[in-house]
Protein backbone atom coordinates (compact mmCIF):
# COMPACT_ATOMS: atom_id res chain seq x y z
CA UNK A 1 0.00 0.00 0.00
CA UNK A 2 1.61 3.33 -0.77
CA UNK A 3 2.30 6.00 1.39
CA UNK A 4 -0.99 7.69 1.66
CA UNK A 5 -4.16 8.29 3.80
CA UNK A 6 -4.96 5.12 3.40
CA UNK A 7 -1.97 3.56 5.00
CA UNK A 8 -2.33 6.16 7.69
CA UNK A 9 -5.73 4.63 8.37
CA UNK A 10 -3.99 1.36 8.77
CA UNK A 11 -1.77 2.99 11.16
CA UNK A 12 -4.13 4.61 13.56
CA UNK A 13 -7.00 1.74 13.18
CA UNK A 14 -3.97 -0.37 14.50
CA UNK A 15 -3.43 1.97 17.58
CA UNK A 16 -6.59 2.20 18.56
CA UNK A 17 -7.29 -1.52 18.71
CA UNK A 18 -3.88 -1.61 21.19
CA UNK A 19 -5.34 1.50 23.02
CA UNK A 20 -8.58 -0.91 23.68
CA UNK A 21 -7.25 -3.96 24.51
CA UNK A 22 -4.60 -2.58 27.16
CA UNK A 23 -7.34 -2.73 29.16
CA UNK A 24 -6.61 -6.33 30.05
CA UNK A 25 -3.90 -5.18 31.93
CA UNK A 26 -1.24 -7.95 32.01
CA UNK A 27 -3.00 -9.83 29.62
CA UNK A 28 -3.25 -12.76 31.73
CA UNK A 29 -6.01 -15.78 30.56
CA UNK A 30 -8.50 -14.51 33.09
CA UNK A 31 -8.35 -11.16 32.12
CA UNK A 32 -8.34 -11.87 28.49
CA UNK A 33 -11.59 -13.73 28.60
CA UNK A 34 -13.18 -11.09 31.10
CA UNK A 35 -12.66 -8.64 28.36
CA UNK A 36 -13.87 -10.80 25.81
CA UNK A 37 -17.53 -10.84 27.38
CA UNK A 38 -17.70 -7.53 28.32
CA UNK A 39 -20.37 -5.26 26.94
CA UNK A 40 -19.17 -2.28 27.17
CA UNK A 41 -15.73 -3.77 25.23
CA UNK A 42 -18.23 -4.91 22.22
CA UNK A 43 -19.58 -1.46 22.04
CA UNK A 44 -16.56 -0.39 22.01
CA UNK A 45 -15.17 -2.67 19.54
CA UNK A 46 -18.07 -1.79 16.88
CA UNK A 47 -16.80 2.30 17.55
CA UNK A 48 -13.75 1.30 16.58
CA UNK A 49 -14.94 -0.27 13.12
CA UNK A 50 -17.75 2.16 12.29
CA UNK A 51 -14.70 4.60 12.58
CA UNK A 52 -12.34 3.03 10.04
CA UNK A 53 -14.81 2.33 7.83
CA UNK A 54 -16.11 5.47 7.96
CA UNK A 55 -12.44 6.93 7.08
CA UNK A 56 -11.97 4.72 4.05
CA UNK A 57 -15.84 5.35 2.51
CA UNK A 58 -14.37 9.04 2.87
CA UNK A 59 -10.92 8.00 1.47
CA UNK A 60 -12.82 5.94 -1.21
CA UNK A 61 -15.62 8.70 -2.25
CA UNK A 62 -12.58 11.30 -3.00
CA UNK A 63 -10.45 8.33 -5.45
CA UNK A 64 -14.07 8.04 -7.14
CA UNK A 65 -14.37 11.90 -7.47
CA UNK A 66 -10.81 12.50 -8.91
CA UNK A 67 -11.82 9.23 -11.39
CA UNK A 68 -14.85 11.78 -12.16
CA UNK A 69 -12.77 14.84 -13.04
CA UNK A 70 -10.19 13.06 -15.37
CA UNK A 71 -12.53 10.24 -16.87
CA UNK A 72 -15.19 10.09 -19.91
CA UNK A 73 -18.09 8.97 -18.29
CA UNK A 74 -17.32 11.95 -14.99
CA UNK A 75 -21.20 12.98 -15.09
CA UNK A 76 -22.43 9.74 -14.68
CA UNK A 77 -20.30 9.03 -11.41
CA UNK A 78 -20.66 12.79 -10.39
CA UNK A 79 -24.64 11.60 -10.70
CA UNK A 80 -24.09 8.20 -8.59
CA UNK A 81 -21.98 10.47 -5.76
CA UNK A 82 -24.85 12.60 -5.41
CA UNK A 83 -27.49 9.97 -4.96
CA UNK A 84 -25.23 8.53 -2.40
CA UNK A 85 -25.27 11.55 -0.36
CA UNK A 86 -29.49 11.32 -0.87
CA UNK A 87 -30.09 8.15 0.02
CA UNK A 88 -29.42 5.90 3.35
CA UNK A 89 -29.00 2.41 3.11
CA UNK A 90 -29.31 0.10 -0.59
CA UNK A 91 -26.09 -1.17 -1.81
CA UNK A 92 -23.79 0.98 0.16
CA UNK A 93 -26.19 0.80 3.78
CA UNK A 94 -25.07 -3.03 2.90
CA UNK A 95 -21.56 -2.89 1.83
CA UNK A 96 -20.73 -0.27 5.15
CA UNK A 97 -23.10 -2.69 7.44
CA UNK A 98 -21.72 -5.67 6.35
CA UNK A 99 -17.72 -3.98 7.18
CA UNK A 100 -18.65 -2.41 10.38
CA UNK A 101 -20.04 -5.87 11.49
CA UNK A 102 -17.12 -7.66 9.92
CA UNK A 103 -14.81 -5.66 11.72
CA UNK A 104 -16.04 -5.52 15.02
CA UNK A 105 -16.75 -8.99 15.10
CA UNK A 106 -12.75 -9.44 14.60
CA UNK A 107 -11.89 -6.91 17.23
CA UNK A 108 -14.26 -8.87 19.72
CA UNK A 109 -12.36 -11.96 19.05
CA UNK A 110 -9.13 -11.21 19.72
CA UNK A 111 -8.74 -11.59 23.78
CA UNK A 112 -10.51 -15.19 23.43
CA UNK A 113 -7.95 -16.52 20.62
CA UNK A 114 -5.28 -15.19 22.31
CA UNK A 115 -6.63 -17.12 25.40
CA UNK A 116 -7.08 -19.72 23.54
CA UNK A 117 -3.46 -19.58 22.29
CA UNK A 118 -1.90 -19.09 25.57
CA UNK A 119 -3.71 -22.05 27.01
CA UNK A 120 -2.96 -25.01 24.39
CA UNK A 121 0.70 -23.03 24.96
CA UNK A 122 0.54 -23.50 28.34
CA UNK A 123 -0.61 -27.38 28.49
CA UNK A 124 2.32 -28.07 25.73
CA UNK A 125 4.61 -26.94 28.65
CA UNK A 126 2.99 -28.68 31.08
CA UNK A 127 3.32 -32.25 29.22
CA UNK A 128 7.36 -31.41 28.62
CA UNK A 129 7.45 -30.53 32.43
CA UNK A 130 8.21 -27.09 32.76
CA UNK A 131 7.53 -25.84 36.21
CA UNK A 132 4.38 -23.22 36.95
CA UNK A 133 6.67 -20.20 37.25
CA UNK A 134 8.26 -20.94 34.28
CA UNK A 135 5.27 -21.30 32.12
CA UNK A 136 3.98 -18.43 33.92
CA UNK A 137 6.56 -16.24 33.11
CA UNK A 138 6.89 -17.40 29.49
CA UNK A 139 3.34 -16.61 29.00
CA UNK A 140 4.07 -12.93 30.44
CA UNK A 141 6.58 -12.76 27.96
CA UNK A 142 5.00 -14.05 24.71
CA UNK A 143 1.44 -12.60 25.14
CA UNK A 144 2.05 -9.23 24.32
CA UNK A 145 3.31 -10.17 20.99
CA UNK A 146 0.80 -12.52 20.22
CA UNK A 147 -2.04 -9.87 20.86
CA UNK A 148 0.10 -7.11 18.37
CA UNK A 149 0.67 -9.56 15.81
CA UNK A 150 -2.84 -10.60 15.65
CA UNK A 151 -3.94 -6.71 16.13
CA UNK A 152 -1.81 -5.92 13.57
CA UNK A 153 -2.51 -8.34 10.85
CA UNK A 154 -6.30 -7.43 10.98
CA UNK A 155 -5.51 -3.65 10.72
CA UNK A 156 -3.51 -4.36 7.48
CA UNK A 157 -5.77 -6.72 5.99
CA UNK A 158 -9.28 -5.11 6.97
CA UNK A 159 -8.27 -1.58 5.73
CA UNK A 160 -7.43 -2.81 2.52
CA UNK A 161 -10.74 -5.51 2.38
CA UNK A 162 -13.03 -2.35 3.03
CA UNK A 163 -11.07 -0.59 0.20
CA UNK A 164 -11.52 -3.19 -2.18
CA UNK A 165 -15.65 -3.80 -1.03
CA UNK A 166 -16.47 0.07 -1.21
CA UNK A 167 -14.66 0.25 -4.85
CA UNK A 168 -16.77 -2.51 -6.11
CA UNK A 169 -19.74 -2.22 -4.78
CA UNK A 170 -19.48 1.60 -6.60
CA UNK A 171 -18.16 -0.22 -9.92
CA UNK A 172 -20.61 -2.21 -10.16
CA UNK A 173 -23.51 0.38 -9.01
CA UNK A 174 -22.11 2.39 -12.25
CA UNK A 175 -21.91 -0.91 -14.01
CA UNK A 176 -18.11 -1.07 -14.32
CA UNK A 177 -16.98 -4.93 -14.42
CA UNK A 178 -13.34 -4.27 -14.68
CA UNK A 179 -10.44 -3.17 -12.41
CA UNK A 180 -6.53 -2.73 -12.49
CA UNK A 181 -4.96 -4.64 -10.01
CA UNK A 182 -1.89 -2.30 -8.31
CA UNK A 183 0.93 -3.48 -6.51
CA UNK A 184 2.53 -0.90 -3.92
CA UNK A 185 5.52 -1.70 -6.09
CA UNK A 186 8.17 -1.99 -3.67
CA UNK A 187 10.36 -4.75 -2.52
CA UNK A 188 8.10 -6.33 -0.07
CA UNK A 189 5.22 -6.97 -2.58
CA UNK A 190 4.61 -10.84 -2.81
CA UNK A 191 6.01 -12.61 -5.98
CA UNK A 192 2.50 -13.84 -6.60
CA UNK A 193 0.83 -10.03 -6.36
CA UNK A 194 4.24 -8.62 -8.19
CA UNK A 195 2.82 -11.00 -11.49
CA UNK A 196 -0.69 -9.15 -10.82
CA UNK A 197 0.71 -5.67 -10.97
CA UNK A 198 -1.44 -3.60 -13.75
CA UNK A 199 -3.69 -6.64 -14.77
CA UNK A 200 -6.63 -6.19 -15.97
CA UNK A 201 -9.64 -7.81 -13.37
CA UNK A 202 -13.23 -8.58 -13.92
CA UNK A 203 -14.88 -7.99 -10.64
CA UNK A 204 -17.19 -11.26 -11.15
CA UNK A 205 -14.17 -13.13 -11.90
CA UNK A 206 -11.30 -12.98 -9.46
CA UNK A 207 -8.13 -14.84 -9.95
CA UNK A 208 -5.74 -17.27 -7.84
CA UNK A 209 -2.31 -15.30 -7.62
CA UNK A 210 -1.03 -18.20 -5.81
CA UNK A 211 -1.91 -20.67 -8.80
CA UNK A 212 -1.01 -18.43 -11.41
CA UNK A 213 2.99 -18.37 -10.26
CA UNK A 214 2.76 -22.11 -9.48
CA UNK A 215 2.81 -21.64 -5.85
CA UNK A 216 0.35 -23.54 -3.33
CA UNK A 217 -1.79 -21.87 -1.24
CA UNK A 218 -5.21 -21.94 0.41
CA UNK A 219 -6.16 -18.11 -0.28
CA UNK A 220 -7.77 -19.23 -3.74
CA UNK A 221 -9.45 -16.75 -5.98
CA UNK A 222 -9.73 -13.22 -4.36
CA UNK A 223 -9.71 -9.34 -5.75
CA UNK A 224 -6.74 -7.05 -4.82
CA UNK A 225 -6.51 -6.51 -1.12
CA UNK A 226 -8.47 -8.89 -0.32
CA UNK A 227 -6.13 -11.50 1.18
CA UNK A 228 -4.28 -11.22 4.90
CA UNK A 229 -1.10 -8.22 4.56
CA UNK A 230 -2.42 -7.38 0.88
CA UNK A 231 -1.64 -3.69 0.35
CA UNK A 232 -2.58 -3.89 -3.41
CA UNK A 233 -5.50 -2.18 -4.77
CA UNK A 234 -8.41 -1.55 -7.04
CA UNK A 235 -8.71 0.61 -9.30
CA UNK A 236 -11.74 0.88 -11.78
CA UNK A 237 -11.33 1.03 -15.04
CA UNK A 238 -13.24 4.18 -16.01
CA UNK A 239 -12.51 4.28 -19.48
CA UNK A 240 -9.90 2.21 -21.99
CA UNK A 241 -8.41 5.38 -22.19
CA UNK A 242 -7.13 5.08 -18.64
CA UNK A 243 -5.33 1.83 -19.88
CA UNK A 244 -1.96 1.47 -21.97
CA UNK A 245 -2.42 -1.43 -24.67
CA UNK A 246 -1.61 -3.80 -24.95
CA UNK A 247 -1.75 -5.05 -21.46
CA UNK A 248 -2.62 -8.20 -19.63
CA UNK A 249 -5.98 -9.67 -18.71
CA UNK A 250 -7.02 -12.41 -16.68
CA UNK A 251 -9.22 -13.90 -18.32
CA UNK A 252 -11.04 -17.56 -18.84
CA UNK A 253 -8.30 -18.41 -16.01
CA UNK A 254 -4.85 -17.43 -17.10
CA UNK A 255 -3.37 -14.52 -17.94
CA UNK A 256 -3.44 -12.89 -21.52
CA UNK A 257 -1.70 -10.11 -23.47
CA UNK A 258 -4.38 -7.66 -25.34
CA UNK A 259 -4.91 -4.98 -27.48
CA UNK A 260 -7.26 -2.69 -26.61
CA UNK A 261 -9.32 -4.30 -30.00
CA UNK A 262 -9.16 -7.41 -28.07
CA UNK A 263 -10.24 -6.89 -24.88
CA UNK A 264 -13.30 -4.29 -26.29
CA UNK A 265 -14.58 -7.79 -27.52
CA UNK A 266 -14.34 -9.47 -24.47
CA UNK A 267 -15.28 -6.40 -22.37
CA UNK A 268 -18.29 -5.87 -24.80
CA UNK A 269 -16.76 -2.20 -24.89
CA UNK A 270 -16.50 -0.07 -27.90
CA UNK A 271 -13.30 0.82 -28.60
CA UNK A 272 -13.59 4.31 -28.64
CA UNK A 273 -15.10 3.95 -24.53
Not at 95 to 106: D, F, I, K, Q
Request: proline letters at 5%.
Amino acid sequence: MPADPLNRIVLEYERAIKRLLRQAGDLSTDQLLNLWTSTDFHNAARQLAEKMVGRVYNFNARSWREAAMRGTRSRTIYEVMQRELAQRGGWLGTAVGRLVAENARLIRSVPADIAREITAFAAEQQQRGLRAPDIAREIRRRAPYLTWNKIRLIARTEVSKAETALTQARSQDLGLDWYEWQTSEDQRVRVSHRNMNHVLVNWNDPPPPEALVGERSTLGRYHAGGCPNCRCVALPMVSLAEIRFPTRVFYNGSLTRMTKAQFSRIAGLPAAA
